[in-house]
């Protein structure tokens, strides 16, 4: 896990935008079908917006199983397996719960090879000491040969409850990218 409590360079709130994440989600949906691999993905903070990023392509139903919306502690647990100890001691808005979030998506179907999630506090409200608001966690997860790899990041967006949930989709599509091996250009938005 990696932890990172500052705002995302390259991510300037005028720089976030639908174009920007459905070229990505094009981008990750080409390298998936030249894999024969598919993708799913869990959301909390972000509502849908990443299945919805995935989506807005063309022909996604090849290389897109499923995404699960699940906003409240309850659904975690009922529908991905988030353990209820796990929201108990590091509470939603963490790494550790990012982590059994991309793992219960791809624990839900053996058809999955790649997911992610994203768990935060999009804002305006609900910023508690040391999770601020645009602090979101992210999942990474991989199915290989070995069993499920996994790992996960956090990251500070700026700006309001829409930049923020636009700027962890974008993050997450290029953490996606990044997952499978695909050169993602960081410095660029």
């Keep these: 896990m990696s932890t990172q409590h500052k705002p995302v360079p390259g991510l300037a709130p005028a720089s976030l935008s639908q174009a920007q994440a459905l070229g990505l989600a094009e981008r990750l949906g080409a390298a998936l079908q030249r894999r024969g691999w598919v993708m799913g993905t869990a959301e909390s903070c972000t509502g849908g917006l990443l299945a919805g990023a995935v989506t807005a392509v063309a022909g996604s139903s090849a290389w897109f199983e499923r995404g699960f919306v699940t906003y409240s502690n309850a659904a975690k647990v009922a529908e991905l397996g988030v353990s209820a100890d796990t929201l108990d001691r ?74 923020v949930r636009q700027g962890s989709v974008v993050y997450a599509l290029r953490g996606l990218l990044e997952l499978i091996g695909e050169p993602v250009n960081r410095s660029r938005p």
């Design 90 to 163: 590091y509470g939603a808005v963490s790494e550790a719960v990012a982590l059994e979030m991309a793992n219960g998506v791809l624990l839900a179907s053996s058809g999955m090879q790649i997911a992610a999630s994203t768990t935060g506090i999009a804002g305006p409200g609900g910023a508690t000491p040391g999770k601020p608001v645009g602090m979101v966690c992210f999942g990474f997860a991989m199915r290989g040969a070995d069993g499920i790899t996994s790992r996960a990041f956090t990251q500070v967006f700026p700006g309001d409850r829409a930049q």
